[in-house]
């Protein structure tokens, strides 16, 4: 009810408690009464004799109708917020098996928030995008890293299309041009030898954040720094992001990796430059080439070619 009012409120300037009440089959009474709710829940009403209700503002808390009533027509996701959780991502891992794909799921902070080999990730009230996805992509489970990339080249679209600058650094963190850490991805699978039966896309992007503790002051940055101190619309920054990341996917089924991969060596930290990883291997140091197809590192070494498939890249600041 509150949201056919709000879907109202959001194509009409004026919408009469007459009109409203018509509309949505209660009395006036139960209509101003949803206006109340609607105000509790941080939305700006206005409310004016003979002529109705007027929409001034919408609240800063991220909604799952405030997100899905900006993706594009048609887009596939169902959107979840909550006010707090312990991870998006285990929240999925959790549900995996019965949530359908295209489940997206956000938080306004997380209690237990984490990165890879299970370091913690920053996730205070409020100001980020804690937000994961399930996804069932019919690839083998060596090819799973195809959707970190995936993932990072549509987050990297997204910021594109608000005017900002990033770069992508290997595996899965977004930079700023000062090469600070904007976001970081984590993906995490159920498969068995042949197929993935689900995958969660984890993203934690620092949007509004204006400081950070110590430990991560001088290697984070937020969306809102990039952008002069001022403060970017949380919900519109999540709707980019899953519909580039709706698209690239599609990109992907369709076996045209290939597309997403120029995007992400346009915006590649340390292309052509030597650089250091750390892997399985222990560290090793070689001429960054590039992904090839199957989304692997191509680091060279002597004149040969290596292909690494996980690790981090160590790269001076
Ligand atoms: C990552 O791991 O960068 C993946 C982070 C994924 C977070 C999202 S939030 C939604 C979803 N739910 C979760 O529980 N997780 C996902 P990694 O490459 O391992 O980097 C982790 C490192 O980044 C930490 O050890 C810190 O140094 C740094 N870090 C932690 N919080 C940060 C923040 N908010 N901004 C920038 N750097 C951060």
């Not at 409203?20 to 105000?39: D, F, G, T």
């Not at 430990?215 to 940055?221: H, K």
Request: aromatic letters at 6%.
């Amino acid at each position: 009810m509150n949201e056919k009012l709000l879907t109202m409120l959001y194509a009409q300037e004026w919408v009469s408690g007459q009109a409203a009440s018509s509309e949505l089959n209660v009395s006036r009474a139960a209509v101003a009464k949803h206006i109340n709710a609607l105000r509790e829940q941080g939305y700006a009403i206005e409310a004016v004799p003979h002529r109705g209700y007027h929409l001034l503002s919408a609240p800063e808390q991220l909604t799952g109708f405030e997100i899905t009533r900006r993706l594009k027509p048609g887009s596939p996701w169902q959107v979840a917020c909550f006010d707090e959780i312990d991870s998006t991502n285990a929240y999925l891992r959790r549900n995996g098996d019965q949530l359908p794909e295209f489940s997206a799921v956000l938080a306004e902070s997380q209690t237990a928030g984490r990165g890879r080999l299970e370091r913690s990730w920053h996730s205070p009230q409020g100001v980020g995008l804690w937000m994961s996805v399930l996804l069932h992509p019919q690839l083998p489970p060596t090819q799973a890293q195809l959707l970190t990339l995936t993932a990072a080249v549509s987050i990297a679209d997204a910021i594109d299309s608000f005017g900002l600058p990033c770069r992508i650094k290997w595996p899965n963190d977004i930079l700023s041009p000062e090469r600070r850490k904007l976001v970081g991805v984590l993906c995490e699978m159920r498969a068995d030898m042949e197929r993935v039966h689900w995958l969660v896309v984890g993203m934690g992007i620092n949007v509004n954040n204006t400081d950070f503790p110590p430990e991560l002051s001088s290697i984070a940055t937020s969306l809102r720094e990039l952008n002069q101190g001022q403060a970017l619309e949380r919900a519109a920054v999540a709707a980019a992001v899953l519909d580039a990341l709706a698209a690239n996917y599609e990109l992907l089924n369709r076996g045209r990796f290939d597309l997403v991969r120029d995007k992400w060596h346009r915006r590649a930290v340390a292309l052509n430059e030597e650089a250091a990883i750390s892997g399985l291997n222990g560290k090793e140091t070689g001429i960054v080439r590039g992904l090839d197809e199957e989304g692997y590192l191509l680091l060279e070494q002597n004149g040969t070619v290596k292909r690494v498939l996980a690790g981090d890249m160590i790269i001076s600041h």
